[in-house]
């Protein structure tokens, strides 16, 4: 369960989604969108745009 929480709260933080639509999305689908959030941290982090 504290995986869920995690993964809820990280991207209702970078995307503003609702915790209803966030626990609603299968697992594969959230741990893409948590994939996808982390690339952009990274390329931001490193100082790219691409």
């Known amino acids: 369960m504290g995986r869920l929480y995690e993964e809820v709260a990280y991207l209702a933080y970078h995307f503003h ?23 952009m941290n990274q390329r931001c982090n490193e100082g790219g745009s691409s």
């Open 17 to 39: 989604w609702s915790q209803e639509v966030l626990v609603e999305m299968e697992h594969r689908e959230r741990r893409q969108w948590v994939a996808e959030v982390a690339r």
